[in-house]
């Protein structure tokens, strides 16, 4: 089945305590992102990749890190967390920009 | 600035009411309008894609429409399994991609 998975779907955590979200896709895309939702903000763009070792900042890059080392996955790093950073979290896919993006289920971050 | 702007932020309809939801951007070099679904703690589901004024696309109930400055979300005696909220994406300059803040719809049984 074409997917997008993110682990762990939930991550409570405290300020200061590195954290790696993961992101997977199994369709060959060229394309993947990350986002943030936030209530009364919506999606907002962190980071994006368009093949491997080519990474750049979206909207939001502040206190987030990632990294394309193969073409399936793009962890999210946030390398000390503080609690403006609980989020809805998505990861998402697409063949090549301007297409179609597939968005993972989410993961839920709480820093406390 | 680019902005994508969605209203209204909530609509409540009766089964069977047809409405339309909005999507203005403002936006420098478009390269495509998204529509998506999202219902409660899930991941956005892919709806529609435009890429020059005067496109329509349709699926069952929905149609949408794009011009120079905004794209229609038009719902056609819509049921309560349409219930979710809907979001407007543009991709822009090459990479790049704004959503709107989405409309949240209720369709009353």
């Known amino acids: 089945e074409a997917q997008v998975t993110q682990n762990p779907r939930y991550l409570i955590t405290v300020t200061g305590k590195k954290l790696t979200v993961t992101c997977s896709q199994n369709?060959?895309?060229?394309?993947m992102s990350w986002y943030r939702q936030d209530p009364g903000l919506g999606l907002r763009q962190i980071y994006y990749s368009m093949n491997v070792e080519v990474t750049d900042k979206g909207d939001v890059p502040e206190g987030y890190k990632v990294s394309r080392k193969e073409k399936r996955n793009f962890p999210l790093i946030l390398e000390s967390p503080s609690p403006n950073q609980t989020s809805l979290y998505f990861c998402?896919?697409?063949?090549?920009?301007?297409?179609?993006?597939?968005f993972g289920p989410g993961t839920r971050l709480t820093v406390l | 600035e680019d902005q994508v702007t969605q209203s209204p932020e909530a609509l409540r309809l009766q089964e069977g009411e047809s409405s339309s939801l909005n999507c203005s951007y403002t936006v420098s070099g478009l390269r495509g309008l998204f529509w998506y679904r999202q219902d409660p703690g899930k991941g956005p589901e892919f709806l529609f894609t435009l890429y020059s004024a005067g496109e329509e696309k349709e699926k069952e109930r929905l149609k949408a429409t794009l011009t120079k400055k905004e794209s229609f979300l038009h719902i056609t005696a819509p049921k309560p399994e349409d219930s979710a909220t809907y979001l407007c994406?543009?991709?822009?300059?090459?990479?790049?991609?704004?959503f709107g803040t989405g409309t949240k719809l209720q369709v009353i049984p």
């Open positions: 994406a543009v991709w822009r300059g090459y990479q790049k991609v704004t």
């Open positions: 998402a896919s697409s063949p090549l920009p301007w297409d179609t993006q597939y």
């Open positions: 369709m060959n895309h060229e394309y």
